[in-house]
């Protein structure tokens, strides 16, 4: 309860950021209908968190979010990912311990264990959304951790500037699928 709570919590950071912005559009220079958020670890858990799994975000901020980009990122439900259309970029290490690649509990807890939190990882989001024919954008470092080392800058900053320039020219239309080899 005190991660969900913690989850929750940082969801609310974001939907009242994201109110901010809406409520002094005036003041930024940016499309507010092509807004895409990017987390890395609990960021990327704060965000699916607040598209996927509460209702906090349609009910509050009326700011069009396009596309996500989550770095060692999980949901703890895949319910709500039939029912919205957000483009997702998925970054995971294979081997990481801290938030399951695949299906797993939160830190590697034991069912029983206080923290024990049973999470989706980024391979089991993607699967989903192939099953649901919805595109994504899966980045997997073969044999990574939870930091993703072996995936070198460059490589990481090229593959968000393709899904970036994908979505801004509207070509973002099938999956796509990657893996690096850990150095």
Excluded: W
Aim: charged share 25%; aromatic share 10%; glycine share 6%.
């Amino acid at each position: 309860s005190d991660k969900l709570k913690a989850f929750n919590d940082a969801s609310d950071d974001i939907s009242s950021a994201l109110s901010y912005i809406l409520k002094n559009k005036a003041e930024f220079n940016f499309n507010l209908d092509k807004v895409v958020l990017f987390g890395v670890s609990a960021g990327a858990e704060a965000i699916l968190n607040l598209l996927f799994t509460t209702d906090k975000y349609n009910s509050e901020n009326q700011v069009n979010i396009k596309a996500v980009i989550c770095k060692s990122g999980a949901l703890s439900s895949l319910e709500g990912l039939k029912d919205k259309n957000i483009l997702m970029q998925l970054f995971h290490g294979n081997n990481d311990k801290l938030v399951p690649f695949h299906s797993g509990s939160h830190r590697n807890c034991k069912k029983g264990d206080q923290g024990y939190l049973m999470l989706f990882g980024s391979r089991v989001i993607a699967n989903e959304l192939k099953d649901l024919n919805k595109p994504y954008y899966m980045v997997t470092l073969k044999n990574g951790n939870h930091a993703m080392n072996g995936l070198s800058y460059s490589d990481s900053l090229k593959e968000v500037l393709t899904f970036l320039d994908a979505i801004r020219s509207n070509r973002f239309i099938k999956s796509v699928e990657k893996v690096y080899e850990t150095n």
